[in-house]
């Protein structure tokens, strides 16, 4: 608990100068930020979201619950906010970002798959009391979030960088 407001009480003083890029709160952020992305949050999501994988095989992530809820994660959000984006822009809602094709639009709509901290807190209030069940939730969850991942990964990485 001390850590916490030492912590707390340790960034507010670190010195900020608005417009300086050379600024130690920026020089930080910055420095940080590849760290808190592609290490701790992943260690932090996975470390709540208790899963043993001492005893997991195949066929229990290939279990009706896990499968239903990594393809709602996999199918659900990547259809719902590509959906979406396509409506708003359609109607004249919005209009698609300057300089993006369709298939980088859907390649970030995929990258809404991984969002897991809803889905586990979801998985939990689903099914009070049933550990196994919350636990192959948990199952769906990563194992969706983790093929969202990959291809939204792909598609970015392989989608044209400039429209023809």
Avoid at 15 to 27: C, E, I, Q, V
Avoid at 42 to 54: E, K, M, Q, W, Y
């Amino acid at each position: 608990m001390y850590e916490s407001i030492a912590g707390v009480v340790g960034a507010l003083l670190i010195p900020y100068t608005a417009g300086d890029s050379k600024s130690p709160l920026l020089t930080l952020e910055h420095g940080i930020a590849p760290w808190v992305a592609f290490l701790i949050v992943p260690v932090f999501g996975f470390a709540n979201a208790g899963v043993s994988f001492t005893h997991l095989n195949l066929s229990d992530a290939l279990a009706p619950l896990p499968l239903a809820v990594a393809l709602g994660l996999l199918l659900g959000k990547q259809l719902g906010v590509f959906a979406g984006v396509l409506l708003a822009v359609k109607t004249g809602l919005a209009s698609k970002p300057q300089g993006a094709s369709w298939l980088q639009v859907y390649g970030v709509a995929m990258l809404c798959g991984i969002g897991f901290t809803m889905s586990l807190f979801i998985g939990e209030l689903a099914f009070p009391g049933q550990q196994a069940l919350i636990d192959q939730a948990k199952i769906g969850t990563l194992l969706g979030s983790l093929v969202s991942a990959v291809i939204a990964c792909l598609i970015l990485r392989f989608a044209p960088k400039r429209l023809a």
